[in-house]
């Protein structure tokens, strides 16, 4: 307590404001198998849209049928962890790798250079340049072999304005410098070590592309008119031989990835392993997977864009220059702090990552950037290249198809996972994602399924629904294996933490184009959440009103009520889905696997009781350390009360009592620091059977 030592008035602030949290009844664990995303880590999954793009699309080829559930359990409920198994030791990320390259270019010299290197066959008689002259140049840039202008593009640059430049047209080009000439085709830099030179560059990289200029001293574009102020450079060493000309014909080039052991690249990979994310073509003639493409934007930069399925998913502006758009800084080179949602990148030097320097400014040698690699271009005789040094380096535009994607081994062992490092489905064990309904669709094996009730049970978190497996055509058959009588199970389930639904059914599957069978456990598990969305956990998920699929269209054995009677009686617990003639089908049963006669052998009750035991343990945690005695009991009541109260109201409830007092906190618990509170509650139970008595009285009998 605060001591007041002298007069005045003091506020004291105390929080008695307890009251019970709320707790999503609706958040469903998925256990099952994808081409693509994480491995082994619940994702937190809130639309189908999310899965799809997480996870891809499902195929009949990926083993069971996780993904086609997720998306139908996604219709009823926004909150779901799907979990990816898969054996991490043999999955591999797909990948590509992408060119560097660099720009075609020539420079246009002042003058004074050209005097200064002037031998005897280059004087400034053949330089043709007569003062105050304006520079017209012409231009065309072609790129695998497809001209980027119908027509030679003309540019018209006004002579030099500082003065005793006005006989400098790179004084006169130097306008421009920082900006374009044309867009992102052709592009002029100011050169920072060789002030008395412009040089201009073709904005495409790579081995492929080709600069033509003329340069002319009068806007005829005439042959009188040539000027010989051009000099190509050969990019095998970003120098340039001073044999100016009014016409030149300038390369790319492109650097080796392979075939070397140095090699020189940028290398895009899938950001999670798998398949799917091997580009390939679809039995419909369709894209299939992931590519990297690399689009001009002019100047030093480059878009890449990841394609997914053939069209644009995402794109990155990026470049080889130190800036705000380096290429290393755009994309994440792993998957944390991930900037994109498909792919991890960085540049490589053989089998090694390396970490770059990046090009400080774009005319700048690769050198400066990178001393490694191998050429893969043409010199000005067409020969090839044998030297790191081009300038103007740009990634090689182009599609570059991700390949090499392996999922990794897929089956009962995957699914199971290890508890110590939480993998599979025992991932699902994490108070922190609040799962309360479990399912691997699609799996029927004795020893997944009795892994997941087994791990259900332990935790007390959750309900798991679980079904026969698909190819049984009789009802007895249904029956012999939930106890454990048939060859695909040897051991009875008895669980109240797992329910049975069965048969299974026929639904259209939008991705494949058909009707396909499926596992009637993903129905249930919908069913649930959509009973929380029009209802509470403790309704029961079965009949008209909650239990009706809308989505399939046929069941696989049609059972009458003699199935019935027989599936959810006498001590078998399986609950039936039934074609009714008018009413359509429907979940029509709500047993848990547990055959002793309690409570707790339906599924609205044993909802009811995980839900309750999350919301004392969410509500009350708060009292751990309190002072044990009357008034912490009173404030526990304070809380527990209103909680049960509000379900009671809520029809979850026929009756309850909470105690907390001396007779529950004996001294013996209290010594021991313990407290306890006994909660009593009489679950409203179904009206699972609803009986009209008919009497026949005679005309005299008084009604």
């Not at 840039?141 to 119908?150: F, I, P, R, T």
């Not at 940028?266 to 398949?275: F, W």
């Not at 978190?461 to 007895?476: E, H, I, K, M």
């Not at 919301?615 to 912490?632: A, H, W």
């Amino acid at each position: 307590m605060v001591n007041f030592s002298s007069p005045g008035v003091y506020v004291i602030e105390k929080d008695l404001s307890n009251y019970p949290t709320s707790i999503n009844p609706s958040v469903v664990g998925v256990v099952g198998f994808a081409d693509q995303g994480p491995i082994n880590k619940p994702k937190l999954i809130t639309s189908q849209e999310g899965l799809l793009q997480l996870f891809g699309n499902p195929t009949e080829q990926i083993p069971g049928q996780g993904l086609e559930g997720a998306i139908e359990i996604l219709e009823t409920t926004n909150s779901m962890y799907y979990i990816r198994a898969a054996d991490a030791a043999t999955a591999a990320d797909a990948s590509s790798t992408v060119q560097i390259g660099a720009c075609p270019a020539f420079v246009v010299s002042s003058h004074s250079r050209l005097l200064t290197e002037a031998t005897t066959n280059l004087t400034s008689a053949d330089v043709g340049m007569t003062g105050g002259n304006s520079l017209y140049l012409t231009v065309q840039l072609v790129a695998d072999g497809a001209n980027v202008y119908n027509t030679p593009k003309n540019f018209d640059i006004p002579a030099g304005t500082a003065a005793g430049d006005q006989n400098d047209p790179a004084y006169a080009i130097k306008k421009i410098v920082g900006g374009t000439l044309e867009g992102a085709a052709i592009g002029a830099y100011f050169d920072t070590t060789d002030l008395s030179n412009v040089w201009v560059a073709g904005g495409y990289a790579g081995s492929g592309v080709t600069l033509y200029a003329s340069a002319f001293s009068g806007s005829g574009r005439t042959a009188a008119d040539a000027w010989n102020i051009l000099v190509p450079v050969d990019q095998s060493d970003g120098t340039s031989t001073w044999g100016a000309a009014s016409t030149v014909t300038c390369y790319g080039m492109s650097y080796s990835t392979s075939g070397s052991t140095k090699s020189l690249g940028y290398e895009v990979q899938s950001l999670y392993p798998g398949t799917g994310y091997n580009e390939g073509t679809k039995s419909d003639g369709t894209t299939s997977g992931y590519s990297a493409q690399i689009m001009r934007t002019g100047g030093r930069t480059s878009t890449l864009q990841v394609n997914r399925d053939g069209a644009a998913a995402e794109a990155f502006n990026v470049s080889l220059v130190a800036s705000a758009d380096y290429a290393e800084d755009q994309i994440n080179t792993g998957t944390d702090n991930a900037k994109s949602v498909y792919i991890k990148a960085s540049f490589m030097s053989g089998n090694d990552d390396i970490s770059p320097t990046p090009v400080p400014t774009f005319q700048s040698t690769l050198s400066n950037f990178i001393s490694v690699g191998t050429l893969g271009g043409r010199d000005s005789s067409g020969g090839s290249y044998n030297a790191t040094d081009g300038r103007f380096n740009k990634f090689v535009e182009g599609t570059y198809a991700l390949a090499g994607g392996a999922t990794g081994n897929q089956g009962d062992d995957e699914l199971i996972g290890g508890v110590t490092n939480k993998t599979g489905l025992y991932g699902l064990d994490d108070d922190t994602l609040n799962i309360s309904l479990a399912i691997i669709p699609g799996n029927n094996s004795q020893t997944v399924q009795d892994t997941l009730v087994t791990l259900a049970e332990s935790s007390q978190n959750f309900l798991a629904a679980v079904s026969p497996p698909q190819g049984l055509t009789t009802v007895q058959q249904a029956i012999d294996w939930s106890n454990g009588q048939s060859d695909e199970r040897t051991a009875a389930l008895n669980s109240n933490f797992a329910a049975i639904y069965w048969p299974w059914v026929q639904t259209y599957d939008n991705f494949a184009a058909k009707d396909r069978w499926y596992d009637p456990a993903i129905y249930a598990i919908r069913q649930m959440a959509y009973t929380d969305e029009v209802g509470d956990p403790w309704f029961a998920p079965a009949g008209v009103v909650r239990g009706r699929l809308t989505k399939p269209s046929e069941v696989e054995v049609s059972v009458n009520q003699g199935d019935r009677d027989t599936m959810y009686s006498g001590g078998n617990v399986i609950n039936p889905i039934v074609n009714f003639p008018q009413q359509g089908i429907m979940i029509f049963g709500q047993r848990t696997a547990q055959r002793d006669s309690t409570a707790l052998d339906r599924v609205n009750v044993r909802r009811l009781m995980i839900q309750v035991k999350k919301l004392l343990l969410n509500s009350t945690r708060r009292f751990v350390f309190e002072p044990n005695d009357s008034t912490t009991w009173e404030k526990i009541v304070g809380v527990v009360d209103p909680m049960m109260d509000d379900i009671r109201r809520r029809q979850g409830l026929v009756d309850y009592k909470v105690v907390c007092d001396e007779t529950t906190n004996t001294s013996v618990r209290i010594d021991r620091n313990e407290m306890w509170c006994k909660v009593l509650l009489k679950p409203t139970k179904a009206a699972e059977v609803v009986v009209f008595e008919l009497n026949l009285t005679n005309q005299a009998a008084q009604i």
